[in-house]
């Protein structure tokens, strides 16, 4: 049974493989499937800075890539002040795929954890269902 403590470390220990010789800020991310197995990320930076991407979606497209869909939880961590914020672009790809409710665990190295929902992190987001 994974607890969401596991997921915290599991998002902590990640960052040791983020790819950050640029902005020098490892970020890591686990995300947990309905089927109870654990997906895991952490930012890749580029020369060419912008190319870069964020922990959050590369764990997200790395479990979409391997046909999972349904989402139960996931964690972020930095080594932030506060519980690490998500950035804007990644908050819209965590509105494609997770219900308005799951919990999202933002931390930090001493654990300061503030679970939030993406209907808290980004309210009236544009949705599938907004297309013609
Ligand atoms: N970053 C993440 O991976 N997730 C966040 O929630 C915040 C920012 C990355 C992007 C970039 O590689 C580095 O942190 C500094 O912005």
Known sequence: MVT???LLEEAINM???AYVPYSEFPVGAALLTKSGKIYTGCNIENA?????????RVVIFKAISEGE???VEMAVAADTTRP???CGSCRQVMSEFFSRTMHIHLT???????????EDLLPFSFQP????
């Open 4 to 6: 969401t403590n596991n």
């Open 15 to 17: 960052r040791n493989k």
């Open 48 to 56: 060419s800075y912008p190319v870069s991407c964020c922990a959050e």
């Open 69 to 71: 869909i349904d989402f």
């Open 84 to 86: 690490v914020p998500p």
């Open 108 to 118: 930090n190295l001493n654990k300061d954890t503030k679970t939030v929902s993406i």
């Open 129 to 132: 269902n907004d297309l013609p």
